[in-house]
């Protein structure tokens, strides 16, 4: 969404649409044609615009799933590109008013914008991207999209035989530090991380909330009873006193969050996730779940189903602006779940 509440939309056909909803009807303002701003492949291989965001100075920043990272300027129509050659965003990526954050499956970068809008690259961070694609990753590399939490930014790589929490800062991309997380050979995240920043005893301590997606590879390797290998988990980046800081695991939550973008709550402190357990019965029964953030004690589970049609594979919770209510897209449809005030 940008700030006219116009939906932004990449499409197949390597094109990004400008939609807006007006009088009880979906409207296409205007589209913007990026054929010759995508990496040329081979039948049956082709790129495609992953995702699309705005930024704070009327450019629209788009990747593409080969490595294309691109501009348009939402005036002129004026688009330029630079290709990450040999790497692939499988992700989408996040955008402060400090610059783009974009993570390949090899490198973590930071992209501003030059005055006729060309794709400059601020820093770049290379991170452990491990041998393979594990269980429930889409490719080999980092599922994370960087998550901005004051001056850090927070990613996952794809370590062996675990993979890491890693606290990076914002300003030159320098490692602030590294907390490897769940057991060994069975952790993987492809979605973003929950984060959070507050004043602590010594400063300013940054938390984040990450779920292990290992052991989802598809819709039916989780069904008749099946379910993945689960794990929540909170680490926290402490300032040590020196100038420094050291991550550490607050909690570890045995809650099986399958493949749903987790959110949090400020105002109920909770957090908020879509579970699966295994079943003797071989019933595929589906949770709306919450998570103490403090405690990392679950606090309820509410069944929105039974059956493959409940999965959400990969479709995020969102949370309603108004509170009490709580939207998960699932293979059926979208679910919302309502707070009774019980």
């Excluded at 492949?41 to 799933?65: C, I, Q, Y």
Aim: net charge negative.
């Amino acid at each position: 969404m940008d700030n006219q509440e116009r939906a932004i939309i990449a499409t197949y056909n390597h094109s990004i649409q400008i939609i807006e909803y007006s009088e009880g009807k979906f409207n296409l303002v205007r589209e913007y044609n990026l054929e010759d701003h995508v990496v040329p492949k081979e039948p049956p291989e082709w790129d495609k615009v992953g995702s699309a965001l705005p930024d704070w100075n009327g450019l629209l920043w788009f990747v593409t799933r080969y490595g294309m990272v691109g501009t348009v300027d939402m005036e002129s129509g004026d688009i330029h590109s630079i290709e990450l050659t040999g790497e692939e965003i499988q992700n989408s990526f996040t955008i402060g008013e400090d610059g783009v954050y974009i993570i390949s499956d090899y490198t973590f970068y930071r992209f501003h914008a030059d005055d006729d809008g060309q794709p400059i690259i601020d820093w770049r961070y290379s991170y452990d991207r491990g041998t393979e694609v594990k269980s429930g990753m889409i490719n080999q590399g980092s599922g994370t999209t960087p998550t901005l939490i004051g001056e850090m930014v927070a990613i996952a790589d794809n370590a062996e035989p675990r993979m890491n929490v890693i606290f990076v800062k914002r300003s030159d991309g320098s490692e602030v530090c590294r907390l490897p997380v769940f057991s060994d050979n069975e952790s993987s995240t492809d979605q973003s991380l929950i984060g959070l920043a507050r004043e602590g005893d010594n400063g300013i301590e940054y938390s984040v909330i990450v779920e292990n997606n290992y052991g989802y590879d598809y819709f039916f390797s989780v069904s008749d009873g099946k379910s993945g290998v689960g794990g929540v988990v909170r680490v926290d980046a402490i300032p040590d006193g020196s100038g420094g800081y050291d991550c550490i695991e607050v909690w570890n939550s045995s809650e099986r969050s399958l493949t749903t973008v987790p959110k949090m709550s400020l105002a109920s402190g909770l957090i908020y996730l879509y579970t699966k357990e295994p079943r003797d019965d071989s019933m595929d029964a589906w949770y709306f779940t919450a998570v103490d953030f403090d405690t990392g004690d679950t606090v309820f589970k509410v069944l929105t189903g039974t059956g493959i049609g409940y999965n959400n594979n990969y479709a995020p919770t969102i949370l309603g602006p108004q509170g009490g209510t709580a939207y998960i897209g699932t293979l059926n449809g979208l679910v919302s779940i309502r707070d009774t005030g019980e």
